[in-house]
Nanobody, 123 residues
């Protein structure tokens, strides 16, 4: 069974940083674009960032541009999301996604999803 395993969530104060990681269970994920989405209580799932399969192209939601950085290391089979200058509105469950053909913000284009990791930013 294909799995995406996220790690790195937790509690941080406003202005602080966290780094999320996603490790696919199969190296075939190297052929796909990957992304991060988040969902806060009572809100719909929203796009955060995406990266193409080579890592040469990235895409960010306006709300995180300049604060979050997505990257991938295909040699190590990992994808990361560096989150800096965090704000309380970043509080959500963050999901790793894979299976898209491009770094698209549309969640329906991603075939595979992780279980999610909780990120809480206190004010």
């Amino acid at each position: 069974q294909v799995q995406l395993v996220e790690s790195g969530g937790g509690l941080v104060q406003a202005g602080g940083s966290l780094r999320l990681s996603c490790v696919p269970s199969r190296r075939t994920f190297l052929t796909y674009a990957m992304g991060w989405f988040r969902q806060a209580p009572g809100k719909e799932r929203e796009f955060v960032a995406a990266i193409n399969r080579s890592g040469s192209s990235t895409n960010y939601a306006d709300s995180v541009k300049g604060r979050f950085t997505i990257s991938r290391n295909n040699a190590d089979n990992t994808m990361s999301l560096q989150m800096d200058n965090m704000a309380p509105e970043d509080t959500a469950v963050y999901y790793c996604a894979a299976g898209s053909l491009s770094a698209t913000p549309a969640w329906k284009d991603y075939k595979y999803w992780g279980q999610g990791t909780q990120v809480t930013v206190s004010s």
